[in-house]
């Protein structure tokens, strides 16, 4: 049972530039959420993903934007790139968002930016 | 709003010995509380959680936490630790009140758990 899959685990950018990052949830799940999380820090809440709409949003700015396939992979876009947006970026899946589910969480894709 | 705090930055502790990883929270309603542990450039890991019922609860690996309403706190717990348990632990909140209007996991700053040989 393949687990929460991300791609691609590392990442270098400049400011300025775009990214896309991918994820693809644990079997039988159908909801995905995006986390940020900077060093030394704990991650913190980007935004959710249920039947191809967002649901939930965090504190983050609309250069972070996503979408959610029919099969319920999603990809993260960050537009803009700034220095600040070096991160860890963690994939999470649950099944049907409702709020007791446990999410489980990908290893990661880690993006630098120059 | 929803906050957790983990306020040692760092345990230590020597193989054998019981563990306790501190969390405590503010939330408005009842929370749902989780545990996850991190590895070096590893993603996060389900420990364990509580969404109601007994106050302690049993996760993965023989870890345990017990959750204290008057208190606010939800503490990790291992009766012996071993050195493969050093890593990066979390602690995570959702108000599942707030959940329905679009707020999700508060995770807390985490802390780095040494087990000493």
């Known amino acids: 049972d393949a687990g929460v899959t991300q791609s691609p685990t590392h990442l270098i950018k400049t400011r300025g530039q775009q990214v896309t990052l991918r994820c693809s949830p644990k079997?039988?799940?159908?909801?995905v959420s995006w986390y940020q999380q900077a060093l030394g820090q704990g991650p913190q809440f980007i935004f959710q993903?249920?039947?191809?709409?967002?649901?939930q949003r965090g504190n983050f700015p609309d250069r972070f934007s996503g979408h959610q396939f029919p099969n319920y992979s999603s990809e993260l876009n960050v537009n803009a790139l700034l220095l600040g947006d070096s991160a860890l970026y963690l994939c999470a899946s649950s099944s049907s968002g409702q709020s007791q589910e446990t999410q489980y969480f990908g290893p990661g894709t880690r993006l630098l930016v120059l | 709003a929803q906050s957790v705090a983990q306020p040692e930055d760092q345990v230590n502790v020597a193989e054998g010995n019981p563990l306790t990883v501190k969390c405590t929270y503010s939330v408005s309603g009842n929370p749902y509380l989780f545990w996850y542990v991190q590895y070096p450039n590893r993603g996060l890991q389900f420990l364990l959680k509580y969404i109601t019922g007994d106050n302690l609860v049993k996760g993965s690996y023989g870890f345990e936490a017990e959750f204290n309403k008057s208190q606010t706190s939800f503490h990790l717990k291992k009766p012996s630790a071993l050195v493969s348990d050093s890593a990066l632990y979390f602690c995570a909140v959702r108000d599942p009140y707030a959940y329905n209007y679009g707020q999700n996991f508060v995770f807390g700053p985490g802390t780095r758990l040494s087990v000493l040989p």
């Open positions: 079997s039988g799940h159908d909801t």
């Open positions: 993903y249920y039947e191809e709409e967002e649901r």
